[in-house]
């Protein structure tokens, strides 16, 4: 599960056999969770309205509404059974931020642990400034969004997020002086200067450490 996601190669089924066979692995169901989360973004849903599928060939995809309903339920068994799996909390978040719940998404991002992986953290922060905007509480969200460049200095994302946030209250000096750091950049932005344009494929990150455990523990078994 791990590798399709890293690949992002979205295929239910592995998944669902996956959990018909360990239901109640934290890590399987947050792997879950993330396929329908990924099968819900804008990527795939565009896909699916080009497509031209053969006869008889159908996708056992929903619309994004459908899609994230199903990730809810999976991310938060993840999280009954370790309460401490900050990827499954953050991706909840995520989820009900997507759903417009962004109270509820607010509720899940702030118990992320300053513990947790930087990569988590970085989302964490950047999905509670876009749920803390859409709340009105700009103050939270401006916090949030720096929190995220502090994390991440060449990370566009939330720079531009600042920008937008300073435009919408008419401080023209702030939104252009959020984003001078990206645009006077000297070098490229790499991909790995920004995880968020990762975001989909980030659950599958550790796919080489997850497949050379199993190979040693086929090895011995």
């Known amino acids: 599960c791990a590798v399709l996601l890293r690949?992002?190669?979205l295929y239910p089924?592995?998944?669902?056999?996956?959990?018909?066979?360990?239901?109640?692995?934290?890590?399987?169901?947050?792997?879950?969770?993330?396929?329908?989360?990924?099968?819900?973004?804008?990527?795939?849903?565009e896909f699916l309205k080009s497509a031209v599928l053969p006869a008889g060939v159908t996708l056992k995809v929903g619309s994004p509404r459908t899609e994230l309903e199903r990730a809810e339920p999976l991310l938060r068994h993840?999280?009954?059974i370790d309460s401490g799996a900050a990827e499954a909390r953050v991706r909840l978040g995520r989820v009900l931020s997507l759903q417009a719940r962004y109270a509820d998404a607010l509720g899940e991002l702030r118990r992320i642990d300053t513990a947790a992986p930087q990569i988590l953290q970085y989302y964490a922060a950047l999905f509670t400034g876009d749920a803390a905007e859409a709340l009105g509480?700009?103050?939270?969200?401006?916090?949030?969004?720096?929190?995220?460049?502090?994390?991440?200095?060449?990370?566009?994302?939330?720079?531009?997020?600042?920008?937008?946030?300073?435009?919408?209250?008419g401080d023209t000096a702030r939104?252009?002086?959020a984003l001078s750091p990206v645009l006077s950049a000297t070098s490229e932005p790499l991909p790995e200067d920004?995880?968020?344009?990762?975001?989909?494929?980030?659950?599958?990150?550790?796919?080489?450490?997850?497949?050379?455990?199993?190979?040693?523990?086929?090895?011995?078994?």
């Open 175 to 177: 939104a252009i002086g």
């Open 78 to 80: 993840a999280l009954k």
């Open 194 to 221: 920004d995880p968020f344009w990762s975001y989909y494929t980030a659950p599958g990150r550790d796919a080489d450490a997850l497949l050379a455990q199993a190979y040693r523990a086929l090895a011995s078994w």
């Open 13 to 45: 089924d592995h998944f669902e056999q996956g959990l018909r066979v360990f239901p109640d692995d934290p890590l399987l169901l947050t792997f879950a969770g993330s396929l329908h989360e990924g099968l819900a973004s804008t990527r795939v849903q």
């Open 137 to 169: 509480r700009r103050d939270e969200a401006r916090a949030a969004y720096e929190r995220a460049t502090e994390l991440y200095p060449r990370a566009q994302a939330p720079r531009v997020a600042l920008s937008h946030l300073a435009k919408s209250s």
């Open 7 to 9: 690949d992002f190669h």
